[in-house]
DNA sequence: TCACAATTGAAAACAAAATTACATCTTTGT
DNA sequence: ACAAAGATGTAATTTTGTTTTCAATTGTGA
């Protein structure tokens, strides 16, 4: 597990990072806001320690940044001396996932950390996987199977089988496929979509009985069992 | 948004679901923590609010049994009026993502909650349904239900029996559904909609009792129950 | 009953989707 | 760096299904 840990107190900072350490995590250092930023948006970081009170950009404003513009996805810890209930919103309302006022016992920290980590890891571990009837899509094998048998599948043809099961039960029309399988997003008389289907079709449906991909004329396609 | 609110104290349990409601919640109460437990297992909720001191099985407990036996993936929130960190350790232990000291102010409580289901990110799925009497038009599997029997349509079929259900109970006439459901805003002698009209009667009135399009002469046509 | 309005069936015209062959680009192994 | 294999797209063709027109027929209201 990776952790950012943003605070200028070099003392308190080598103190964390000490702690965090001998419990496994790896700590990566930022004494100012900036280099803070600029490392999250960098690297993808489980969980985030933030200093309310920095030098440079402040910490209410790099949360704020951090899931606004850059979107990372990381579970941020709010540090800060100021432990009125005002703050506290404000830190929530920036998107801060946890808060913690100084001065602080550091088991509480390890407490606080480990409850974002773990509330990460669930996240990411719970088997990335969808599925209609018997197809099960693998999101970190990049791989299909169907009746406990693997199918291989391009890219293309992944993302796209992705994009039916996240939308299964219910017709895409092409347009919509175009944007967010090809990212096209003007009609140019293409049919790669339809070609697609037909590759589709030929690996997941045709070897098994029942088929899935139901083309609904006029309309779309539609991923349904029976 | 479920949440589950396990709290054995009818004033405060009502003072937090009432509050949650008002912002979008739906909140579920349990006053005991078998019933909590219980609850927990049987449903899925995206926010499960904990007490600590509960009558029956604890909350420490209910939160590991929530953990390790059912695997719950909901968030928890622990509330309790144990302030000291022993406690709040322990809380993290069994699973708890989050901890709240009472007494405590409600923003802080929503902000909380707030930001644990956010963590979780569930987007809903409401149901894509327009109706009349025991029709139903599904939106997103664009076909058409009646008395439970499945109803194919073509698209021309289908965007003429939504435009009469969203203007059930009123006459629409032929330029009106020419000019919504086919686009065309001048024409002179066609009558597609009226072989249009047929074509749906065929399908979603004739097989069953009592029919739903009706003709007024001279004026257009009416979908309406009786 | 007459005149107009609405319905129906069948065929023609049209449009959508599937299929196929092929050209171009990418990846991989040697 | 090269050849071979694989992936991606395009375009033409065939197949399938939908839409529209038209004329004959039936229904409706004064």
């Known amino acids: 597990m990776n952790v ?21 995590y790896e700590v990566m250092q930022a004494f100012d806001g900036d280099i803070g930023l600029h490392l ?14 920095l030098p440079g950009v402040n910490g209410l404003e790099i949360c704020k940044r951090l899931r606004q513009k850059v979107q990372v996805d990381s ?23 946890d808060y913690l006022g100084k001065p602080f016992k550091f088991r509480e920290l390890l407490a606080r950390v480990n409850s974002l980590a773990r509330s ?13 009837a ?5 999101l970190d094998l990049k ?33 919509e496929i175009l944007e967010n399988v ?10 790669v979509v339809d070609v697609y289907m037909a590759y589709l079709r030929k690996k997941i449906d045709k070897p098994f009985g029942q088929k899935l ?10 991923l349904k069992a029976s």
């Not at 791989?143 to 890219?155: P, S, V, W, Y």
């Open 182 to 191: 090809w990212n096209v997003h003007f009609d140019l008389g293409t049919n």
């Open 75 to 97: 579970r941020i810890l709010m540090l800060t001396a100021l432990n009125e209930t005002d703050d506290l919103v404000k830190g929530f309302d920036a998107g801060a996932d």
């Open 213 to 222: 991909i139901h083309t609904v004329v006029g309309m779309g396609y539609l």
């Open 4 to 24: 950012l840990l943003i605070e200028d107190e070099a003392s308190i900072s080598g103190f964390i990072k000490k702690g965090l350490e001998e419990n496994g």
């Open 120 to 132: 990460r890891g669930r996240k990411a571990n719970p088997i990335n996987q969808l599925a209609v």
């Open 143 to 175: 791989t299909a199977i169907r009746a406990g048998q693997q199918i291989k599948l391009t890219a293309k043809e992944f993302y796209l089988l992705q994009y039916l099961i996240q939308n299964k039960n219910r017709v895409v029309n092409r347009m």
């Open 40 to 53: 999250a948006s960098r690297n993808q970081y489980d969980v985030i320690i933030l200093d309310l009170i």
């Open 134 to 138: 018997d197809l099960i899509l693998d």
